[in-house]
């Protein structure tokens, strides 16, 4: 949109089906990796832990299911779809988490200027979770 002002996201719902990335179909195992990815960008959101902070999160946070989600504690959450332990870890460290993603490419502060609304955490009035990573 070359003048942004000249456009504007209309506050009606006209659709709720959910929306996500996608693969090829027959890919289950990339699926699988791209769903988790997904789900813990979310779940680093839930916790607090962000692009900014996630290193100091994986060296001193005592809180198991950080430890977890970075890799930080004695279990390999990453065995399950083919990834080291740390796969969370490196995602959140290069990207950010969900909100951050969100806020970055099409939040308040964007030329999209598309306010949270659902797509917000559970805990915060939206429709985003993530199943717990285990």
């Not at 504007?8 to 006209?14: K, Q, S, Y």
């Not at 900014?52 to 959450?77: C, I």
């Not at 959140?92 to 993603?101: M, R």
């Not at 099409?106 to 949270?116: D, I, M, N, S």
Request: net charge neutral; aromatic share 8%.
């Amino acid at each position: 949109m070359p003048n942004p002002e000249n456009h504007v996201i209309l506050a009606d719902l006209i659709s709720k089906e959910p929306l996500g990335p996608a693969v090829r179909q027959g890919d289950t195992e990339f699926f699988n990796i791209v769903k988790w990815v997904g789900f813990a960008l979310l779940e680093a959101e839930e916790l607090g832990v962000t692009q900014a902070n996630v290193d100091q999160q994986k060296a001193s946070s005592t809180n198991p299911n950080v430890r977890r989600l970075l890799g930080a504690g004695n279990e390999d959450s990453g065995r399950w779809i083919g990834l080291d332990k740390d796969w969370a870890y490196r995602a959140i460290k290069a990207v950010g988490n969900y909100g951050e993603q969100f806020e970055r490419h099409v939040g308040p502060k964007t030329p999209v200027r598309l306010q949270r609304g659902m797509n917000n955490l559970w805990n915060q009035g939206g429709l985003m979770y993530a199943p717990p990573i285990r």
